[in-house]
């Protein structure tokens, strides 16, 4: 749901702050201590607040942005790179600020505005119509109410149009498109080599002096977090939905009370004989391959059976095992001259042949299947399916509560989960956000948990569909371990810092004689361990495929130039140390900008517009209390 969304958002304000419907429970990686905490203000815009609460979720949602940017390059690392999480706090604060500004300029949005979001969204919609009832599910999955969603629509509407007020004017000019082109399609080709710590076979010492020394510097570092060990229990829904029994009088009231959901559009079952013709082909290849079509439809006019000659001469292999059927399908789902043909047919009838994209079609159309709605027989299993989906969810939640008021006072899980046929779980110690029922970024469990005492039980709470109870067995304070317990650990760290640090010596002073001409960048792969790489990169983005993502090495590598082609020193990773040559410089045909001009006029609009909106925001930031908690957020 939120890709579509993303996809239907263009204003980069509503992406960033307003494209979020999902609300996260709190709780997330790269915070410790104890989590009574999220109950206090993160921040104070004016007399607004901004929780803690609120930030993880924005968090949460931002980092799904990033992960579909970066994909599996996204680490730790780069995260504290990107200064993700200063980024939402950023953002949150701005959030108020133009709702502050809003107000003073007294914009309104109607009821009816936000109604016409919400109807548009095909989140919300079944068969391309806006339905309650999927309105109210993902609602529901979500764990946001109908007037917290609303509320937010209402606010991303406020700033969208207070957006359009201040951006409305900005234009383009054509030197801006033009300089833009060139950017967009400048190209770097460069050839690069890695060293790395591995390669150095020597045995590197690290004494005990050197081990003491790196600890007492670096204590904080093997701070064991807090943990704790719990017994819970499971209340799925997916277990009970085996035992929900649904009535015949339960199917046909839900059928009847919407019909219309089960609508279907007119469909066509289909038969076809396909000869490809490949993309490229000439006039001359492409009418051997007519002419052998039509002699196949003269054989079928002449009596021949259409299924044998498929399963005989069609060149779509799936359909052709089944005698060319097609099965059913709808206006939508073949190009445009197949269905057009196909929908034209009478059962029975076939076609001439009919040239599309892939070659020469015959058709043969089988059944015709009219709009309307499916009766009850048809979606009977199907509605069956959903009641019994629907009582299990029902009947979890009750389930769940009704063993926590039984167990209020005794706490004895094991002996109610033996009675009632159900698993008892026990975990082992675990950190905050690091149980079996965490995610990356759904830490519900652990906030459930870690805000217990020992002994305590945890009022029912949901994850996804599921309901759990759980009883805090033990919990570990958090505690930097003495030398003794990590010096091995120390030992292996210093070491690999040793290494690296001679590797980074290494490919610095390759490259000095490379820049000195006292060795050449092709005998390099006679060095132990280095091969050369080559690799092409285009200067908009901060991505250097085979290296890495740094907006600062780029800068570097579009600087080089025939007279210098080297990095000035080697560039250090977490793999090693690279040294990079810069082999060739592309720019782009510039008679192809008129293809791609209003493309690039789209983005340099967008990105105008986003910049001088953001310059007015950090103006109204300039007049307004910003008041943000060192202790919740450190590096604020």
């Known amino acids: 749901m939120l890709s579509i969304m993303r996809e239907k958002a263009q204003s980069w304000i509503i992406k960033v702050l307003f494209a979020i419907i ?17 109950k206090a203000p993160l921040a104070m815009v004016g007399d607004k607040k901004i929780t803690f609460q609120d930030f993880q979720s924005a968090y949460k949602n931002m980092l799904q942005f990033y992960t579909n940017i970066y994909k599996n390059s996204l680490s730790d690392e780069l995260i504290e790179k990107l200064g993700i999480k200063q980024q939402v706090l950023e953002q949150l604060i701005n959030k108020e600020v133009l709702l502050l500004e809003a107000e003073k300029r007294n914009l309104q949005v109607s009821k009816n505005a ?13 068969n391309g119509v806006f339905s309650q009832r999927a309105y109210e599910k993902v609602l529901s999955y979500y764990a946001i109410s109908a007037k917290d969603f609303e509320k937010q629509q209402e606010q991303s509407i406020l700033v969208n149009t207070l957006e359009k007020m201040i951006t409305g004017a900005v234009t383009i000019s054509e030197k801006e498109i033009a300089d833009a082109f060139i950017l967009e399609g400048e190209t770097a080709q460069i050839e690069y080599v890695l060293f790395t710590p591995e390669a150095i076979k020597a045995d590197i010492a690290v004494s005990p002096a050197e081990q003491k020394t790196y600890y007492d510097q670096n204590k904080e570092a093997f701070m064991v977090p807090e943990k704790v060990r719990v017994s819970y229990l499971v209340f799925d829904p997916a277990v009970f939905e085996k035992k929900a029994e649904v009535s015949e009088q339960e199917i046909e009231a839900y059928y009847r009370m919407d019909p219309y ?19 490229k082909a000439d006039a001359g290849k492409k009418e051997k391959v007519r002419e052998k079509a039509q002699e196949i439809l003269d054989k079928i006019n002449s009596g021949a059976d259409f299924e044998a000659l498929a399963e005989k001469f069609s060149e779509d292999t799936e359909s052709a095992q089944k005698g060319g059927d097609l099965g059913f399908f709808a206006k939508g789902a073949m190009v445009r001259p197949f269905e057009k043909v196909a929908f034209s047919l009478n059962p029975g009838e076939i076609s001439g042949l009919v040239e599309t994209k892939f070659g020469f079609h015959i058709i043969k159309t089988e059944e015709i299947r009219p709009a309307g709605v499916k009766p009850l027989a048809q979606v009977a299993a199907a509605i069956k399916k959903e009641l019994k989906k629907e009582k299990a969810r029902e009947q979890v939640r009750k389930e769940a509560k009704r063993a926590f008021n039984r167990l209020f006072k005794s706490r004895d899980l094991e002996t109610y989960a033996a009675q009632n046929d159900l698993q008892m779980h026990k975990s082992g110690y675990f950190a905050y956000g690091r ?16 805000a217990l005492s020992a002994g305590e039980l945890a009022p029912v709470f949901a994850i996804g569909q599921k309901y759990y109870l759980a009883k805090l067995e033990d919990r570990q304070e958090q505690h930097i371990p003495p030398f003794e317990t990590v010096s091995a650990e120390i030992e292996k760290i210093v070491r690999n810092k040793k290494k ?4 980074e010596t290494r490919a610095n002073r390759i490259l000095s004689q490379l820049r000195q001409n006292r060795k050449q960048w092709k005998d390099l792969t006679a060095e132990p361990g280095l091969k050369i790489e080559k690799t092409e990169l285009k200067r908009q983005g901060d991505y250097i495929p085979g290296i890495g993502v740094d907006q600062a090495l780029k800068r570097d590598i579009f600087a080089l130039n025939e007279q210098v082609p080297y990095i000035s020193k080697a560039y250090r990773t977490e793999k090693g140390a690279y040294l990079i040559r ?29 910049e001088l909106f953001s310059r007015y925001v950090e103006k109204l930031k300039e007049k307004v209390e910003i008041k943000v908690d060192p202790t919740l957020f450190p590096s604020a």
Do not use: C, W
């Open 22 to 38: 999902i609300i996260v429970f709190v709780g997330f990686y790269g915070f410790s201590g104890r989590h009574d905490k999220v």
């Open 114 to 126: 936000v109604r016409k979001q919400i109807l548009k969204n095909p989140a919300f919609q079944e």
């Open 261 to 279: 959901q089960f609508t279907e559009e007119a469909q066509v079952r289909a038969r076809h004989i396909l000869l490809k013709v490949a993309e």
């Open 435 to 450: 149980s079996a029922e965490d995610t990356v970024d759904k830490k519900t469990f652990s906030e459930a948990v870690f």
């Open 500 to 503: 690296m640090a001679e590797t």
């Open 582 to 610: 810069l082999q060739n410089r592309g720019v782009p045909d510039t008679f192809s900008l008129e293809k791609e001009k209003a493309t690039i006029t789209q983005k340099l609009l967008q990105k105008k517009k986003a």
